[in-house]
């Protein structure tokens, strides 16, 4: 049982027939100490322990695009558990990583979220923590200590991120890259569900389809807001759900972060700077896109945070 279990779990593959005799025969006593040291030294281990760490990564990804990053995502970690690398600096990779998703393989943990900072700062929590503090994006959280301004000082560590594309001939790829910009440039449009509706709904039928948008400008995003806000799984947006879709925080002509004024979704909102909400640390709004996140990825791993170690 021991053997099968652990070959199982560390390796992704069960003993043969053969190995199972060999192993109840063995009568040295630290026959189950060599074992595990033996597999995690071989090749195995790292291949399925980067294959659980790409699901992990990618399986609520909200950027359509992401599998462009898998790939390289998927090696790059096989390499990192190969050279047994700690996971601190793993994780500070991930959060810190800039460059072309095909080629930089930590910068799957940013592209699969579009480099949106709301996002990052749910799934930085979750992953690394274990955290779910998501739920305090829109309110404070109804069953934690957790409390909205908690959420959106997470999500201020992520605001200079941009993801940019890159055409090279036949190649096609993403990147990402830094956007240190001051504060003042001019916003984008704010979300409006009601113009949405009105400008989309052609059979005014009370909900909005992917075939209703696809000759527009909304079709590149509409997956992900139908994947986000399709409460009853129908295929279709009704002014509703699109009213209950948490704010994604997506005014990008700024490097500074707003929370969203739930009161009043088309003004701007309240400027917020970084706080890592562990440990009340805060940060400084001039900070540039790196410095930010080196900030947070020291705070994230340091020897007095618990929830890091658990997670």
């Known amino acids: 049982d021991f053997l099968r279990r652990v070959t199982f779990d560390l390796a992704g593959t069960l003993p043969s027939p053969t190995e199972i005799t060999l192993f109840g025969l063995n009568p040295d006593p630290h026959k189950r100490a060599k074992l595990v040291d033996q597999l995690l030294s071989e090749g195995d281990f790292a291949r399925n322990w980067s294959r659980y760490w790409r699901d992990v990564i990618f399986s609520r990804a909200t950027e359509m695009r992401s599998g462009f990053a898998r790939p390289t995502f998927e090696q790059w970690m096989t390499e990192q558990l190969q050279q047994n690398r700690k996971w601190d600096e793993i994780v500070t990779d991930l959060i810190t990583a800039t460059g072309d998703v095909r080629e930089v393989g930590q910068t799957g943990f940013i592209f699969a979220h579009g480099g949106m900072a709301a996002e990052?700062?749910?799934?930085?929590?979750?992953?690394?923590?274990?955290?779910?503090?998501?739920?305090?994006?829109?309110?404070?959280?109804?069953?934690?200590?957790?409390?909205?301004?908690?959420?959106?000082?997470?999500?201020?560590?992520?605001?200079?991120?941009?993801?940019?594309?890159?055409?090279?001939?036949?190649r096609r790829s993403f990147e990402i890259v830094s956007f240190n910009v001051p504060d003042g440039g001019r916003r984008r449009q704010a979300f409006n569900p009601e113009f949405l509706i009105r400008r989309f709904d052609t059979n005014r039928d009370g909900k909005v389809t992917k075939d209703e948008v696809k000759n527009s400008q909304f079709a590149r995003a509409f997956d992900g807001i139908l994947r986000r806000a399709d409460s009853n799984n129908d295929g279709a947006l009704t002014l509703a759900e699109l009213k209950k879709l948490p704010p994604n925080n997506a005014q990008r002509a700024t490097s500074e972060y707003y929370m969203p004024d739930l009161a009043n979704p088309s003004s701007r909102g309240k400027r917020i700077d970084p706080v890592f909400f562990v440990s009340k640390m805060e940060s400084k709004s001039g900070l540039r896109d790196q410095d930010r996140r080196a900030e947070l990825a020291a705070a994230l791993t340091a020897k007095d945070n618990p929830w890091f170690a658990k997670a």
């Open 120 to 170: 990052l700062a749910s799934e930085t929590s979750r992953i690394f923590m274990g955290i779910q503090i998501q739920c305090a994006n829109c309110h404070d959280h109804p069953s934690d200590i957790w409390v909205r301004d908690d959420f959106h000082q997470l999500a201020a560590y992520f605001p200079r991120i941009r993801v940019r594309r890159v055409q090279e001939g036949n």
